[in-house]
């Protein structure tokens, strides 16, 4: 029994321990109507469980030239989406017998949940197949090596049975049975596909379990907007045949999904568009070519203009009812209210314009610390969306939509070196990055912004935790800022001898987010929210990612408020 438990002891490090106490306390708190889902998700957890281990003990996947001083991340990444998706549908389940909440919004995000666990399951079985069929694995492998590999398909072989003995009791025919078991396959393979892309196309940016967090992400987010399109263009009612994605979307989220569906298949187009430019010009006019730069801007923007401008609002509008272009809505619903509105406009680019300035100046004549300089646009997310979370949520809303498309255009123009700006961007970019940004991938800011927007995205609809929409801005604004901050300044114990971690640094952050916590509840709760939080669960959610933020290598931008907002749900 000593043997086992120094064995255990052994494979146990702090990340993984911190994940099964999220998976643990996610699981305590399932009714039994998803008795069901919460085994998937178990049997999900201790595949990708087994496999991180493998994948540490393993060098076949350094193959897939992952981020530089981060583990393989195999649990973390794959477990979080599946872990949120459960933690709304135990918030939804809380409503639905009060008649809060129809059957068809329950029903829409359970298929989510069981596409979300597709695709994550789909990484892992390739995962494991490329660990089976690397080189080194000719040989005989060891003892353990086996076990573990044997084990995780075991669970994955379960989890697949545990979903057909679901889909069976709760579909009609056989025939709907085996269109949503298509519908998750389909899932799967454009996850698995995806994930290999995005290694290959950009090596040394992610780690595996970062990819897996994207990949699965992307796969669900378009998933479900092109369900809601085939049914608007067909007549097809995905609602009673396949999937239950039948709820009414809003146009601001309709918006939002356009946008980024927009550019981020625009490099596709652009390099197809480059490619018949080129095989046109090169012979036949060789004195254009000595501009090529000039016309590959021109048709850069030309290109990203038709798409924005006419290709992605006849989308918008094929699906949504907007009796108007999407742009003139977009400014109606601004200058609904112009005082408010514009207001902020005004005050949130006054406080970028002074924050970049100075601190662009900082960076690049003085000695601090880049992860401590950079804590301080984590500070400026606080003062920026705190205040329109609370009297302008809908402005927010879209609000981080537009941010983040310009923040995707411009990454494509500095990555494609776009002139006039390509050169500029890169330089000016650099000045922020850290060690786990690239030069060909920066992806600090985009973590940093969805960190803080997913929470608040995904609390649209019903919500009886007011905090959960904050998750992101307490977790990334104020705990992060206060734990680097302080463990650098202050921090003498380490969590682990290899660490930079301290146990004062993340003391003083989830002290510093329960603080802000008591103060923002009686904020709140003069604003008409109703509260509904229990002390002893916010203490818990505070610390599991407080000690996630401590243990964990992956990108805790993306990973904690995710985290944290699925803790808060429940």
């Known amino acids: 029994m000593a043997a086992m438990a120094m064995a255990m002891a052994g494979l146990m490090n702090g990340e993984r321990a911190v994940v099964?106490?999220?998976?643990?306390?996610?699981?305590?708190?399932?009714?039994?109507?998803?008795?069901?889902?919460?085994?998937?998700?178990?049997l999900l957890a201790l595949s990708a469980f087994s496999l991180d281990i493998l994948a540490d003990s393993s060098t076949s996947l350094a193959q897939f030239n992952t981020r530089p001083g981060a583990s393989s991340g195999i649990l973390l990444g794959a477990v979080t989406l599946p872990a949120v998706v459960i933690s709304k549908m135990i918030q939804l389940s809380r409503a639905f017998p009060l008649d809060q909440v129809g059957i068809e919004e329950l029903e829409s995000l359970t298929l989510q949940y069981w596409a979300a666990s597709a695709s994550c399951l789909s990484v892992l079985i390739f995962l494991c197949i490329t660990l089976w069929r690397a080189p080194e694995n000719m040989l005989p492998p060891p003892a353990h090596n086996v076990w573990h590999a044997k084990f995780s398909l075991s669970c994955i072989i379960l989890h697949t049975a545990v979903s057909f003995v679901t889909f069976g009791t709760v579909s009609l025919t056989s025939f709907e049975t085996a269109l949503k078991l298509l519908w998750m396959l389909c899932h799967g393979l454009a996850a698995v596909k995806l994930i290999q892309h995005v290694i290959k196309t950009f090596p040394s940016c992610a780690s595996i379990g970062e990819s897996c967090l994207v990949t699965s992400g992307l796969v669900l987010y378009f998933g479900?907007?092109?369900?809601?399109?085939?049914?608007?263009?067909?007549?097809?009612?995905?609602?009673?045949e396949v999937v239950q994605y039948g709820?009414?979307?809003?146009?601001?989220?309709?918006?939002?999904?356009?946008?980024?569906?927009?550019?981020?298949?625009?490099?596709?187009?652009f390099k197809f568009v480059l490619r018949i430019w080129e095989s046109t010009f090169s012979t036949a006019r060789s004195e254009v070519r000595t501009n090529n730069e000039i016309w590959r801007s021109l048709i850069f923007f030309s290109a990203l203009g038709f798409i924005m401008i006419v290709i992605i609002p006849s989308w918008m509008q094929l699906v949504q009812d907007f009796h108007m272009h999407p742009l003139l809505w977009v400014l109606s619903f601004i200058f609904s209210e112009p005082l408010k509105r514009l207001s902020l406009c005004v005050y949130w680019m006054c406080v970028i314009y002074v924050s970049v300035l100075r601190f662009y100046n900082i960076s690049k004549n003085s000695k601090i610390e880049r992860i401590l300089l950079r804590k301080y646009y984590h500070l400026m997310a606080v003062s920026m969306f705190l205040p329109a979370l609370i009297f302008q949520r809908e402005f927010l809303d879209l609000s981080f939509g537009a941010a983040l498309a310009v923040f995707l255009a411009l990454e494509i123009i500095r990555v494609w070196r776009i002139w006039p700006l390509g050169q500029s961007i890169h330089k000016f970019m650099n000045a922020f990055t850290d060690h786990r940004d690239s030069d060909l991938l920066i992806v600090s800011h985009f973590s940093l912004l969805l960190g803080c927007a997913l929470p608040i995205w995904m609390s649209s609809g019903y919500n009886d935790r007011p905090l959960a929409p904050f998750s992101g801005i307490l977790s990334l604004g104020i705990g992060d800022t206060m734990a680097s901050v302080v463990g650098h300044k202050y921090g003498v114990l380490r969590w682990s001898k290899t660490g930079k971690k301290t146990i004062e640094g993340t003391a003083a952050g989830i002290t510093s987010v329960l603080a802000a916590c008591s103060v923002l509840l009686p904020l709140l709760a003069s604003t008409g929210y109703i509260l509904t939080e229990h002390w002893g669960s916010l203490l818990v959610a505070v610390t599991v990612?407080?000690?996630?933020e401590a243990y964990t290598a992956q990108l805790d931008n993306a990973f904690i408020p995710l985290i944290f907002y699925s803790l808060l749900c429940l």
């Open 20 to 42: 099964l106490l999220f998976i643990g306390r996610v699981l305590f708190s399932l009714p039994l109507s998803l008795l069901f889902h919460g085994v998937a998700l178990s």
């Open 545 to 548: 990612s407080g000690l996630l």
């Open 247 to 269: 709820s009414k979307r809003s146009e601001i989220s309709i918006i939002i999904q356009g946008l980024l569906l927009g550019l981020l298949l625009f490099p596709m187009v």
């Open 224 to 240: 479900d907007m092109l369900a809601y399109t085939i049914e608007k263009v067909s007549g097809f009612t995905m609602k009673s």
